[in-house]
């Protein structure tokens, strides 16, 4: 019923940039979701990267990406994105897209692992020195 596809992990420099894109298929349309990424580094947990609203109209951030990253959605081509810039080398990890749902609210926004419903199979970011 939901298939959450990411894409545009790689190896990049730090101080670079990388854009991540997921791709979701969800019966009664994607617009009914707050999406957000999540990262696991090497024999870390699972960790809350960025959350934004089914509208787009906010989002929230981990205090050590602020800043520097930006999540962003495309309802219209249930798209959901992750601009990374100024990469640091402890930002490499495994993202996660991830879905919760329904979700209305434009106040509300999950951050927690538990308040999501589907996940993504996950795009490796390796930022080297």
């Known amino acids: 019923q939901v298939q959450l596809v990411e894409s545009g992990g790689g190896l990049v420099q730090a101080g670079g940039s990388l854009r991540l894109a997921c791709a979701a298929s969800a019966r009664g349309g994607f617009s009914n979701y707050a999406m957000g990424w999540f990262r696991q580094a090497p024999g870390k947990e699972r960790e809350f990267v960025a959350t934004?609203?089914?509208?787009?109209?906010?989002?929230d951030y981990a205090d050590s990406v602020k800043g520097r990253f930006t999540i962003s959605r495309d309802n219209a081509k249930n798209m959901v994105y992750l601009q990374m810039n100024s990469l640091k080398l402890e930002d490499t990890a495994v993202y996660y897209c991830a879905l919760e749902g329904p979700n209305y609210s434009d106040y509300r926004l999950p951050t927690m692992e538990g308040e999501y419903d589907y996940w993504g199979q996950g795009t490796q970011v390796i930022v080297s020195s």
């Open positions: 934004i609203s089914w509208s787009g109209r906010t989002t």
